[in-house]
């Protein structure tokens, strides 16, 4: 009885008192494992590439599964030379500029895209019907998250004046078939306006091309750009695209449209500095 009650005894008094000290014997009651050799490093677990970390699953949008216990885990990756942090829905590099839990960014993704119908002969002419709307839900395993809260009903407005990062992608879907020779140019165009009821102006364009020899038909094609802005409260943001054909054709017909995959299309924005 008395040897029982000494071993709790002790295993309370290091409940209590007693913390992991490495590299020296001065503890502190405020940390359960403390590293006090300046001198050394602690070597935490790594791999050669993220598709050998925990949860790694090709066959979801984030490629992680979800699991909660694992959040806070830490792994460095040899092949990116950084550490990656589990938030319970994917890894997530510690350089990143946007993420789940960037308080001061979004990733919005396309709740509604539009269809491009295309008609050539000799320069081809394609009739875009919009823009494609930026106004999808919220989803983390989507890696879709709208910190910045720049969703209204029907447009993106930003809340906050300041500089920010705005990045946007636009995946194209769709082909063309016909006597045609040449190229597609798939072009990305992001226009603000500043005040209500003003005037939307282009701030960037970025282009992609697809070559065509009779029939067009090299899968989703994607653009993409990043660029800083100086925003005041109340400026919408949208992103139009437009499609035409460079070449000699004796006449085709196209169908292409915006992909709704937020891996290929998204408009995100962080905050760099607010006024």
């Known amino acids: 009885m008395r040897k029982i009650t000494l071993i709790i005894s002790l295993f309370s008094q290091y409940l209590l008192y007693a913390q992991v000290g ?7 009651t405020k940390n359960i494992v403390k590293v006090l050799d300046g001198t050394k490093g602690a070597l935490l677990s790594y791999s050669n590439n993220f598709t050998s970390f925990p949860q790694y699953n090709a066959g979801v949008t984030d490629v992680f599964n ?3 216990n694992l959040v806070g885990g830490l792994i460095y990756n040899k092949s990116d030379d950084q550490y990656y942090k589990y938030d319970g829905y994917a890894w997530n590099p510690a350089r990143q500029i946007q993420g789940i839990y960037q308080p001061k ?24 019907t919009g823009s494609a709307v930026y106004l999808a839900p919220d989803d983390k395993s989507e890696v879709l998250v709208d910190n910045l809260t720049l969703k209204n009903t029907s447009t993106v407005t930003i809340k906050q004046a300041g500089i920010y990062d705005v990045g946007a992608a636009l995946g194209f879907t769709g082909g063309s078939l016909g006597a045609q020779v040449g190229v597609t140019e798939f072009k990305l165009t992001l226009q603000v306006r500043y005040t ?20 067009d038909t090299n899968g989703n ?30 006449g085709s017909l ?7 995959n937020s891996i290929n299309s998204y408009l995100a924005a962080r905050l760099i500095k607010a006024y």
């Open 254 to 260: 196209a169908a292409y449209g915006t992909d709704s």
């Open 105 to 128: 960014g979004s990733r919005l993704g396309i709740s509604s895209g539009i269809s491009i119908p295309c008609i050539a002969f000799g320069l081809g002419i394609c009739l875009s």
């Open 22 to 28: 490495i590299g020296g014997n001065i503890y502190s």
């Open 66 to 68: 979800d699991y909660p």
């Open 221 to 250: 094609k994607t653009c993409s750009f990043a660029h800083t802005l100086s925003l005041p409260v109340g400026a919408e943001l949208r992103v139009i695209p437009t499609i035409r054909t460079i070449g000699g054709s004796g």
């Open 196 to 215: 209500s009821g003003g005037a939307w102006e282009t701030v960037v364009t970025k282009s992609n091309y697809s070559l065509i020899f009779v029939i």
